[in-house]
Nanobody, 117 residues
């Protein structure tokens, strides 16, 4: 069992920055990948960034060069540093955890990010 809780969302102006955190608990050492997804109103949930237990990262083209994902096993967290934010980044951001069993994915409750003047 893995539990994920996101934090750090809020309102920011275009060009600003936010840092999201995902705190994991439970069988945290079984997590082989953590990812950030987002879902804007009227749109499908999409991958933003992911990081494996070995440190390999992937980013959506729309956020490359602006967002950075990192994982802190010591603090049981995965972070998403978001810079140069754009209005189109506005969405609910969700943290996902994939365990070594591969039986199911785990999701956090989501945190709202709003980029607006």
């Amino acid at each position: 069992q893995v539990q994920l809780v996101e934090s750090g969302g809020g309102l920011v102006q275009p060009g600003g920055s936010l840092r999201l955190s995902c705190a994991a608990s439970g069988s945290i050492f079984s997590i082989i990948l953590m990812g950030w997804y987002r879902q804007a109103p009227g749109k499908e949930r999409e991958l933003v960034a992911s990081i494996t237990s070995s440190g390999r990262t992937n980013y959506a083209d729309s956020v490359k060069g602006r967002f950075t994902i990192s994982r802190d096993n010591g603090k049981n967290t995965a972070n998403l540093q978001m810079n140069s934010l754009k209005p189109e980044d506005t969405a609910v951001y969700y943290c996902k955890g994939v365990t070594s069993s591969g039986v199911r994915d785990y999701w956090g409750q989501g945190t709202q990010v709003t980029v607006s003047s």
